[in-house]
């Protein structure tokens, strides 16, 4: 089963405009992380960020984490063609556990 | 460093066919996955091996087999192949000893069964 469900399925910006997806999970967890994958390709990972932090930055990535509501952010910041691809939250519920993945948004970017 | 790569790209099968699906990874990690990626279901969990030597059932075991060659190879094999196994095959590691599972991901096998 799906630990991690993201929001929205799929996302259209302009480039230029920033983009925000969610990810809910359900039960408690270790880290969280956040991967890209370009069509056809494997997926890349972005951004890690463990269960005691609130917000971590990577260039123009910016994750949040709610532990309370069991929810997570990443927003891209002045967005980019480039940046079209599915984004996936994944889940390390603990410390050595293999990840659980969501179902992924789809971003695309309109040049 | 190639990182993790796998063969091969693409493959067409008949129903009730076999095939082996081969990764490698060049990083020296300790633990490596297949997942299959379907159309709309994300990444589901089909075998993991922790460490050389070991291997464990994921969430979608079902039809598949896994032999953890060595510390850089780790091969799915699909013994009878059937239309619900189409879909695309991804092998990852991780080196869970640093603590934390970051994986990273080979290019992919496109697997049709017909």
């Known amino acids: 089963s799906q630990q991690g469900e993201e929001d929205p399925q799929a996302l259209s910006i302009q480039e230029g405009e920033n983009a925000t997806m969610n990810c809910s999970y359900k039960t408690s967890i270790n880290n969280l992380q956040w991967y890209r994958q370009n069509s056809g390709r494997g997926l890349v990972h972005l951004i890690l960020i463990r269960s005691n932090e609130r917000e971590k930055h990577s260039g123009r990535l910016r994750v949040t984490l709610d532990t309370s509501k069991k929810s997570s952010s990443l927003l891209i910041t002045a967005s980019r063609a480039a940046d079209t691809a599915s984004y996936f939250c994944?889940?390390?519920?603990?410390?050595?556990?293999?990840?659980?993945f969501g179902t992924g948004t789809r971003l695309a970017v309109r040049p | 460093n190639a990182g993790v790569t796998q063969t091969p790209k693409f493959q067409v099968l008949k129903t009730g066919q076999s095939m082996t699906l081969q990764c490698a990874q060049d990083m020296n990690h300790n633990s490596m996955y297949w997942y299959r990626q379907d159309p709309g279901m994300g990444l589901r969990l089909i075998y993991y091996?922790?460490?050389?030597?070991?291997?464990d059932k994921g969430e979608v075991p079902n039809g598949y087999n896994v032999s953890r060659l060595n510390k850089r190879e780790f091969s799915l094999r699909l013994e009878s192949a059937a239309p619900s196994q189409t879909s695309v095959y991804f092998c990852?590691?991780?080196?869970?000893?640093?603590?934390?599972?970051?994986?990273?991901f080979g290019p992919g096998t496109r697997l049709t069964v017909l």
């Open positions: 994944a889940t390390e519920r603990s410390s050595g556990d293999k990840l659980t």
């Open positions: 990852a590691s991780s080196d869970l000893g640093a603590g934390t599972d970051t994986q990273y």
């Open positions: 091996s922790a460490s050389e030597g070991t291997t």
